[in-house]
């Protein structure tokens, strides 16, 4: 049963236009979520973070915004540029334990169209 | 530049040949951790480490074996590959287990005959 879902393979939108990339999750134990980003035959880069205690956080053109009560993330991108074409991918962990394993969701391929 | 690297890159091989897939990491990280990413399953993780000589199973450990025997290097050896083992392997690091954001390696594209 998959705890990170993100529910949508594949998004496509305009160049300039806001893209908006959805995360569900079900394990209320997961303090930490993560946003990367992949290319092909390349590893994940990652690109933001959110800790549980935060609704929101920013960086340039990226924010993520966290909905503790409805086990929900997104990721906003604005303006989206045809360089953001690439998959993401949602993470979330638990600082409980030693292990800082991280669950996926099979992420959303995003394309940005000039 | 800092980096996760990972060798090869590329690997056909056949059941039942021992093989290893080398990490290293060059950001003096104290936490190293194996995934393997199939279609319809995501990354699940094989193995980690929280230190040199410090190892423990993840969520997909059969058939897997690591060594943690200096701090930059963290090696995946499958003793006796089979099919199923036919993946993307993902190697991953960061500064120590306080910290959330993990660095990953380009990718291990393994196909078992």
């Known amino acids: 049963d998959q705890q990170v879902k993100q529910n949508s393979p594949s998004l496509s939108v305009q160049e300039g236009r806001i893209s908006i990339l959805n995360c569900d999750y079900t394990n209320s134990m997961f303090d930490y979520f993560l946003w990367y980003k992949k290319y092909p035959a390349e590893g994940p880069t990652f690109l933001i973070s959110i800790s549980s205690i935060k609704d929101k956080n920013e960086d340039g053109r990226f924010t993520v915004f966290l909905n503790k009560s409805a086990k929900h993330l997104s990721l906003h991108i604005v303006p989206s540029q045809p360089g953001d074409s690439a998959v993401y991918f949602c993470?979330?962990?638990?600082?409980?334990?030693?292990?800082?394993?991280?669950?996926w969701g099979l992420g959303t391929s995003l394309a940005v169209n000039p | 530049e800092a980096q996760v690297t990972q060798n090869p890159r590329y690997l056909i091989t056949v059941t039942g040949k021992k093989l290893t897939v080398t990490c290293s990491q060059n950001?003096?990280?104290?936490?190293m951790s194996w995934y393997r990413q199939d279609p319809g399953l995501g990354l699940r993780q094989i193995y980690y480490s929280m230190n040199v000589e410090v190892t423990d199973k993840g969520d997909v450990p059969e058939g897997y074996k690591v060594s943690r025997k200096e701090k930059r290097n963290f090696p995946l050896i499958l003793e006796s590959p089979s099919p199923n083992q036919t993946s993307l392997y993902f190697c991953?690091?960061?500064?120590?287990?306080?910290?959330?954001?993990?660095?990953f390696g380009p990718g291990t594209r393994l196909t078992v005959l």
């Open positions: 991953a690091s960061s500064l120590s287990r306080d910290t959330d954001t993990q660095y």
């Open positions: 993470a979330a962990g638990s600082r409980a334990g030693n292990n800082r394993k991280l669950i």
């Open positions: 950001m003096n990280h104290e936490y």
